[in-house]
């Protein structure tokens, strides 16, 4: 598979990153030793259910793959930042995941992640940083925004996943078919729900056919960004909203991986937002969708 990086030319300016456009709440230590509980008594619960450790989130992997991350030369100056500076090509590996703690059956239809590690990247590290390893990552989910506006309304539902972590799976396959019904009928007035979506209500679709977003805003070199990741191979955009091949499967997602790479390969592009507007664009609430006609022509 390969990703391409893409350029458009901006109609806007891009705003200049500093300091002042964040405002941590006064209580952020709180809520993130608050997410940092939830996160472990997940953890703790399906340690015990599965006998092995899992990630407390995004714990069910549907699929690794391995390519390329190709950077396109002669990028506009505010896109050709860090990673994006020069072209170059990476390699990479993608993991596909669905966002629950626990390995559930793909009968419970919840919103798929995407992590792209890209490997060999050269340049400064955060100052944080531990691993020393050269390379750097990106997280999306098949949404444009975040389910919340910030760490604490997040913690919320987090706090909720955690109590409902658990095998109690057939009550779960019951609840998502009836959430998939109630996000279809939002969707048919022509509106999504993230939290319906995030408690099972996610349509039931290839996880190949959709588009992954990084959700909230992130520095983007001198500015700041969202980005995602969009098909363009013509294998993968017949896959738009097709429903899954067997939904008995209790793996169907990672069936349907596994079936598709091994007849094709796949190409996507990674596209950077920059921010043009801090009001409409905020970099505050991470549940607002930033409008891309405010930062291409
Ligand atoms: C306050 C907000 C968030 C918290 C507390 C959080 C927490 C976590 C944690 C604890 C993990 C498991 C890490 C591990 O064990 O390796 C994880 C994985 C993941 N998260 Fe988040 N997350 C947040 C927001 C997001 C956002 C905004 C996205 C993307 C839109 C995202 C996408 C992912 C993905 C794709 C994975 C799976 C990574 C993999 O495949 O290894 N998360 N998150």
């Known amino acids: 598979m390969s990703i391409h990086s893409s ?3 901006l109609k806007n300016n891009p705003v200049l990153f500093h300091p002042g456009v964040e405002q941590a709440a006064e209580d952020e230590a709180e809520t993130i030793q608050g997410l940092i ?6 953890s703790e619960t399906t340690a015990e259910d599965y006998h092995h450790g899992l990630r407390s989130v995004h714990a069910k992997s549907h699929g690794l793959v391995k390519g390329e ?11 050709a930042q860090g990673l994006f500076s020069r072209a170059a090509t990476y390699p990479v590996v993608l993991r596909f995941s669905t966002s629950p703690g626990d390995l559930l059956s793909d009968r419970v239809s919840t919103p798929r992640g995407l992590a792209i590690k890209v490997l060999n990247v050269t340049g400064e ?8 390893l050269s390379s750097q990552d990106f997280l999306m ?6 389910l919340a506006p910030d760490p604490k309304s997040f913690l919320a539902s987090l706090k909720l996943l955690a109590l409902t972590t658990n095998k109690a799976e057939g009550f779960k396959q019951a609840l998502s078919a009836a959430l998939r019904g ?16 995030s408690l099972g209500g996610h349509p039931m679709h290839h996880l190949l056919g959709e588009t992954y977003f990084t959700q909230v805003p992130m520095r983007y070199g001198k500015y700041m960004a969202k980005l995602s990741l969009v098909p363009v191979s013509a294998e993968l955009l017949v896959l738009k909203q097709q429903p899954l091949e ?5 793996d169907a997602i990672r069936q349907s991986v596994v079936n598709f790479f091994s007849q094709h390969s796949a190409r996507w592009e ?15 609430d991470a549940s607002v969708v930033w409008s891309e006609d405010e930062s291409l022509i």
Do not use: Y
């Open 141 to 146: 989910v098949d949404g444009p925004a975040f």
């Open 37 to 42: 509980a939830a996160l472990r008594q997940i």
């Open 69 to 79: 991350l190709c950077i396109a030369d002669n990028l506009p100056e505010p896109l």
């Open 182 to 197: 109630t996000e279809r009928a939002i969707e048919a007035m022509g509106s999504e729900s993230a939290t319906v979506k």
């Open 246 to 250: 067997e939904p008995e499967n209790p």
């Open 7 to 9: 350029a458009a030319s």
């Open 270 to 284: 990674l596209r950077v937002q920059l921010c043009t507007n801090l009001e409409s664009m905020p970099i505050e």
């Open 125 to 132: 590290l955060l100052p944080d940083r531990t691993d020393h």
